[in-house]
């Protein structure tokens, strides 16, 4: 399979990309942020999401729950004034699929991966005053989306946890990754936006065979791709706390999607790298 394939098989082309989400709820960090509850499901062909109209400031724990009988999953993105959800959807569509570029008032706050039906998921993100739309990142029909309000005063701010990937142009940086679940900082100290696809690598695959796949996507992918997860879209600046369950062993890290401009996508310019989980 060529990479063209693989994000494909990876990724939804719009908002969001596709990898199997986490079920399970973790225990992990100390803070107690307020939980913001969010739930999808199908009328006929059309997607359905429902949220709260409201939320404050700080840190918001997003409880993500699939009622539906197809996969579902939730990038949040806070609306620019004087713009629209739905103006979200047109250029988010555009811009994932290689036909425009990624305007500046749209800013991707995280989210939850995509989720089987019946199953359920967990981030935590800082949110600061404004408009904000839910966007079911596999969602069908005119209207995937939940739009809500932040507004009131400011919280507590996202808890510190040990494990952290850091995304930058044009790699990512992990430590503190343990087997088993836990919560992790997705921390995006770049300028573009980025996400992260993670599956743990064929037995004998090493991180020059991770970069030369991404480069020359001549052979099998180095990873198993049936335990492949997402975390969703943080904007240059942002950070998430997520939910994510790991196997002991190296991971394969990739982020397919593009500048804000356009062009190749980041795996493409070299962000394919290797974790240890220990």
């Known amino acids: 399979m060529r990479l063209t394939a693989l994000v494909l098989t990876l990724a939804a082309l719009s908002l969001g990309f596709v990898a199997c989400g986490d079920d399970d709820d ?46 579902h999953g939730i990038q949040v993105v806070r609306i620019g004034e004087g713009h629209t959800a739905a103006e979200i959807q047109e250029a988010g569509e555009a811009w994932g699929e290689g036909e425009g570029e990624l305007p500046d008032w749209i800013a991707f706050e995280g989210g939850i991966g995509s989720t089987q039906p019946g199953g359920s998921g967990i981030a935590v993100v800082d949110l600061e005053e404004g408009e904000y739309a839910a966007f079911d990142i596999e969602g069908t029909g005119p209207q995937p989306y939940a739009e809500f309000t932040v507004e009131g005063d400011e919280g507590d701010a996202l808890a510190e946890v040990p494990a952290v990937i850091e995304a930058v142009e044009y790699d990512f940086n992990a430590s503190e990754l343990q087997a088993g679940s836990q919560r992790v900082l997705f921390e ?21 065979d991770v970069k030369e796949f991404a480069q020359t996507e ?43 401009a356009g062009g190749p996508l980041h795996v493409a310019k070299g962000m394919a790298t290797t974790a240890t989980v220990e």
């Not at 743990?200 to 695959?205: A, F």
């Not at 099998?220 to 600046?237: L, R």
């Open 188 to 208: 995006n100290t770049g300028e573009e936006p980025h996400h992260l696809v993670a599956a743990p690598l064929k037995p004998g695959t090493t991180e020059a």
């Open 218 to 260: 001549e052979g099998p992918p180095p990873i198993v791709e049936s335990k492949a997860f997402d975390v969703a879209i943080v904007s240059g600046g942002e950070s998430a706390v997520v939910d994510l369950r790991f196997e002991s062993g190296e991971y394969g890290l990739f982020c397919f999607i593009p500048d804000r």
């Open 26 to 71: 973790d225990d992990g960090g100390s803070a107690e942020p307020q939980v913001f509850e969010v739930q999808a499901t199908e009328e006929g062909d059309e997607t359905r999401i429902t949220a709260p109209e409201s939320a404050e400031p700080g840190a918001v724990e997003i409880r993500f729950s699939n009622n539906g009988e197809d996969d």
